[in-house]
């Protein structure tokens, strides 16, 4: 049976999927301080995310009896950044007319979810990709296995928050899948008879809030770890040689294979340390600190940045994020066959547009979206990894 629906009914029900998809699959995002705008950006136009890092609220006052107050007043700090890069992420789909005129049917809801959804964890592995040691160094718990990852773990993460003096409102869990998972399974938050939700969070999939942080599970949230590189080790000046290595000043790096005694070993996780040329660089045991002492010459082996980001506590300020819609030129719209925008009620805006290509006889339906992040205060994340293996 060939396809009858009504094509602007088609297009109506493919955006709608496609930003509930969106919404439902961005939902980590709004642990962070993310403003929605549906006001187009043109030419240099720039978009303001509050930022509060955690030590703008200065230390209490004592006042002596009588005291003036205005003498105790200090400057109250409310910040914002302003984000002038922006990518663009797009989902896409061809087909020629014989193509579109063989398919035996059309479901046009399925197409809109499937698209959101990919263009949702592409964004969230873009925004995610910040999340490293040279970013936010501070210090976590005890790395932990998925299989071990429980209320136990969730428990020590708030003590270290509530330790680091972060405030009460406003803490998440952002977990990759099997984390997220293992901690589905346990009894305390799975079980309906000892929750308040009724079930949900079995219904749903969804951990919830637990012991004060709320708690998503995100596939979009990636390790950040890359592939080994050849590297050499020279002893006289601890240099590590590793061509087009792509480090950044406190990467997080591994050694998984060394050959000859150095003051390295295939176990160690170390830091990076720019050095003047550019493929040599030196590590260090810690964030920052000296260069370790390589012992023995002409050792060999690989080297790759190893993060291992398994899953991030976070508070609103950690991430800054910006969404809004850059329209095409008039010149540019006056060639597509269609173009809309659609957004929801809180501003998040998916563009749609339909171009054809007659000498090929082939037409391009395209969803995107426009968005701009930066690295917020280092103070309010922390990483949750597992063992080194």
């Given at each position: 049976m060939?396809?009858?629906?009504?094509?602007?009914?088609?297009?109506?029900?493919?955006?709608?999927?496609?930003?509930?998809?969106?919404?439902?699959?961005?939902?980590?995002?709004l642990?962070?301080?993310?403003?929605?705008?549906?006001?187009?950006?043109?030419?240099?136009?720039?978009?303001?995310?509050?930022?509060?890092?955690l030590?703008?609220?200065?230390?209490?006052?004592?006042r002596?009896?009588?005291?003036?107050?205005?003498?105790?007043?200090?400057?109250?700090?409310?910040?914002s950044?302003?984000?002038?890069?922006?990518?663009?992420?797009?989902?896409?789909?061809?087909?020629t007319?014989?193509?579109?005129?063989?398919?035996p049917?059309?479901?046009?809801?399925?197409h809109?979810?499937?698209?959101?959804?990919?263009?949702?964890?592409?964004?969230?592995?873009?925004?995610?990709?910040?999340?490293?040691?040279?970013?936010?160094?501070?210090?976590t718990?005890?790395?932990?296995t998925?299989?071990?990852?429980?209320?136990?773990?969730?428990?020590d993460?708030?003590?270290?928050c509530?330790?680091?003096?972060?405030?009460?409102?406003?803490?998440?869990l952002?977990?990759?899948t099997?984390?997220?998972?293992?901690?589905l399974?346990?009894?305390?938050?799975?079980?309906?008879?000892?929750?308040?939700?009724?079930?949900?969070?079995?219904?749903?999939?969804?951990?919830?809030?637990?012991?004060?942080?709320d708690?998503?599970?995100?596939?979009?949230?990636?390790?950040?770890?890359?592939?080994a590189?050849?590297?050499?080790?020279?002893?006289?000046d601890?240099?590590?040689?590793a061509?087009?290595?792509?480090?950044?000043?406190g990467?997080?790096?591994?050694?998984?294979?060394?050959?000859?005694?150095?003051?390295?070993?295939?176990?160690?996780?170390?830091?990076?340390?720019?050095?003047?040329t550019?493929?040599?660089?030196?590590?260090?045991?810690?964030p920052?600190?000296?260069?370790?002492?390589?012992t023995?010459?002409?050792?060999a082996?690989?080297?790759?940045k190893?993060?291992?980001?398994?899953?991030?506590?976070?508070?609103?300020?950690?991430?800054l994020?910006?969404?809004?819609?850059?329209?095409?030129?008039?010149?540019?719209r006056?060639?597509?066959?269609?173009?809309q925008?659609?957004?929801?009620?809180?501003?998040?805006?998916?563009?749609y547009?339909?171009?054809a290509?007659?000498?090929?006889?082939?037409?391009?339906?395209?969803?995107?979206?426009?968005?701009?992040?930066?690295v917020?205060?280092a103070a309010?994340?922390?990483?949750i990894?597992?063992?080194l293996a």
């Amino acid at each position: 049976m060939s396809n009858t629906i009504d094509s602007a009914l088609q297009l109506s029900e493919v955006l709608d999927s496609s930003m509930r998809a969106l919404k439902r699959t961005l939902l980590p995002l709004l642990s962070f301080s993310t403003v929605f705008r549906n006001v187009h950006l043109k030419g240099n136009d720039k978009m303001a995310i509050p930022f509060y890092p955690l030590t703008a609220t200065g230390t209490s006052q004592s006042r002596a009896a009588n005291g003036s107050y205005k003498a105790l007043v200090t400057n109250t700090v409310t910040d914002s950044r302003e984000m002038t890069t922006w990518y663009n992420k797009v989902q896409a789909l061809s087909f020629t007319g014989a193509e579109r005129a063989r398919q035996p049917a059309f479901n046009p809801e399925m197409h809109g979810r499937l698209k959101g959804e990919a263009l949702a964890y592409d964004v969230l592995a873009h925004i995610f990709g910040v999340v490293g040691a040279a970013n936010y160094p501070g210090t976590t718990i005890t790395p932990v296995t998925a299989g071990n990852f429980d209320e136990s773990e969730v428990a020590d993460m708030m003590q270290l928050c509530a330790d680091d003096h972060w405030p009460e409102m406003g803490r998440s869990l952002i977990l990759g899948t099997s984390y997220g998972a293992n901690l589905l399974k346990q009894g305390q938050i799975i079980d309906a008879s000892k929750r308040g939700d009724g079930g949900a969070s079995f219904r749903s999939g969804r951990v919830g809030d637990v012991l004060g942080f709320d708690t998503h599970v995100s596939a979009g949230l990636v390790p950040n770890n890359t592939t080994a590189i050849a590297c050499t080790i020279e002893a006289d000046d601890d240099i590590v040689t590793a061509a087009l290595h792509g480090f950044a000043d406190g990467d997080r790096v591994i050694f998984p294979t060394l050959t000859g005694g150095t003051g390295l070993t295939a176990a160690t996780v170390a830091y990076f340390v720019r050095d003047a040329t550019t493929n040599a660089f030196k590590v260090a045991a810690t964030p920052g600190g000296a260069a370790i002492n390589v012992t023995v010459d002409a050792s060999a082996g690989t080297v790759r940045k190893y993060e291992d980001v398994r899953g991030i506590a976070v508070l609103p300020s950690a991430i800054l994020v910006g969404f809004s819609p850059v329209p095409p030129t008039d010149g540019v719209r006056k060639k597509l066959v269609d173009y809309q925008e659609l957004s929801d009620e809180n501003g998040l805006t998916i563009q749609y547009r339909r171009i054809a290509y007659d000498d090929t006889d082939e037409e391009v339906q395209a969803m995107e979206v426009h968005y701009s992040f930066e690295v917020g205060d280092a103070a309010q994340l922390k990483i949750i990894r597992s063992p080194l293996a």
